[in-house]
């Protein structure tokens, strides 16, 4: 009998594990624009400090982007491990607004590099900024 109540809380935990928004540790903060490349016509380009092209991602799972220092979206993020393979490699997924067509996102101490899968997409390297 205690096997079985054993086996019925273990169950019962496992079935109560929701995977929900796992925020890497080091990606809550103000992440500002450095370089992009990709689209159709291979683009390759690097962006100076202070260009405004700001992504913050709070740890309430709130995320706003801003153009030229000026707020153009805000909403709630998710990320899911390992949910975007890019040719033979899993990358974490980031899904804003509650969107299904993640980006790929990879963070690696000070920078943060977000992309898509799409062919002629773009990939996005971004700086931690020093507040």
């Known amino acids: 009998m205690k096997i079985f109540l054993f086996i019925i809380c273990i169950s019962a935990s496992i079935a109560g594990c929701k995977k929900g928004n796992l925020i890497p540790a080091g990606l809550t903060g103000t992440w500002e624009l450095r370089h992009y490349s990709g689209t159709i016509a291979g683009v390759d380009k690097d962006v ?19 153009t030229d220092s000026k707020q153009n979206s805000q909403g709630p993020y998710k ?53």
């Not at 100076?48 to 801003?66: E, H, I, V």
């Not at 990320?79 to 899904?95: A, S, W």
């Not at 996102?105 to 996005?124: C, H, Q």
């Open 79 to 131: 990320i899911i491990r390992n949910n975007i393979t890019v040719g033979d490699k899993k990358y974490d997924g980031l899904y804003l607004n509650g969107g299904t067509i993640g980006s790929f996102i990879y963070l690696k101490s000070d920078t943060l590099t977000i992309g898509d899968t799409f062919p002629d997409g773009v990939t996005s390297l971004y700086v931690r900024q020093q507040l």
């Open 48 to 66: 100076p400090a202070g260009n405004g092209t700001l992504m913050q991602f709070k740890s309430d799972g709130t995320y706003a982007s801003f």
